[in-house]
């Protein structure tokens, strides 16, 4: 993200075809550790699943109802429930981040594009 960040200041300063190379590599980089993040976060989810599944079945004889069974489950792996939502608001932060600079490329591109548009239409001398 601090990377990110510092090619949009440059690019406020200059508009170079250079600079906006190395921000659609770091966008690009950026979009590809999100995905690993978000792969993480699916495997634990269903490890967590696949435990609480397990220990649903083992416990569900020591009690008289399914609700009192899946409380206690809960209980027992509340430390992986709470892991699990820290890595779902960390995914929720990603996405809105990536939303964000992908609003701000596209407007830079299109002031580009506006530029260069403006440029072709000047008189030539």
């Known amino acids: 993200m601090k990377r990110i960040n510092r090619y949009f200041d440059k690019l406020k300063k200059w508009v170079i075809q250079e600079i906006q190379n190395d921000l659609e590599y770091e966008i ?7 995905s690993d ?3 993480v976060y ?22 008289n109802s399914d609700l009192a069974t899946t409380k ?3 209980k027992d792996l509340i430390r992986e ?5 820290l890595q779902e608001d960390v995914i929720d932060w990603i996405k809105d981040r990536k939303r ?3 609003r701000l ?7 580009r594009i506006g530029d260069l548009a403006m440029a072709k239409r000047q008189p030539q001398m």
């Open 28 to 34: 690009y980089y950026f979009a590809c550790a999100s």
């Open 37 to 39: 993040i978000a792969r």
């Open 42 to 63: 699916t495997r634990n989810m269903y490890k967590l699943s696949k435990e609480m599944d397990t220990r649903f079945l083992v416990e569900r004889q020591n009690f």
């Open 72 to 74: 206690k489950v809960k």
């Open 81 to 85: 429930h709470t892991e699990i939502e």
């Open 100 to 102: 964000d600079i992908h």
């Open 105 to 111: 490329a596209d407007h830079l591109n299109w002031m």
